[in-house]
């Protein structure tokens, strides 16, 4: 682990006044709380971006899962139909899910 970070990943250092002292990025813009605000949120921003799948829904909202077990033969056969349809084994189990529920 990398010198003053913690386990959540955050690194811990001694406190910067950004109005007294003068800080340059590598682009020689000087930092300041606005830079600071802008750079955070644009993180932010990235990491809502990437956090997982899109929702089933189309929603911003989360998509539960559900897992069980089959045999290495029901595997089998569901990876070769879904192949055989173009979709996922994802897909293959919610459409006989929608299908059986529907029944």
């Known amino acids: 682990m990398a010198r003053g970070a913690s386990r959540s990943g955050r690194i811990t250092g001694p406190e910067i006044d950004l109005e007294r002292e003068v800080i340059l990025d590598s682009r020689g813009t000087r930092v300041d709380q606005a830079y600071v605000d802008r750079a955070l949120a ?7 971006r990437r956090a997982g799948r899109p929702s089933l829904t ?16 029901m595997k089998a056969r569901a990876e070769q139909v879904a192949q055989d349809e173009g979709i996922t084994v994802s897909a293959l189990a919610r459409l006989a899910f929608e299908r059986y529920l529907s029944a």
Not at 60 to 65: D, Q, T
């Open 42 to 48: 644009e993180v932010e921003d990235d990491v809502r």
């Open 58 to 73: 189309g929603a911003p909202e989360h998509s539960p899962h559900v897992t069980f077990r089959v045999t290495p033969a």
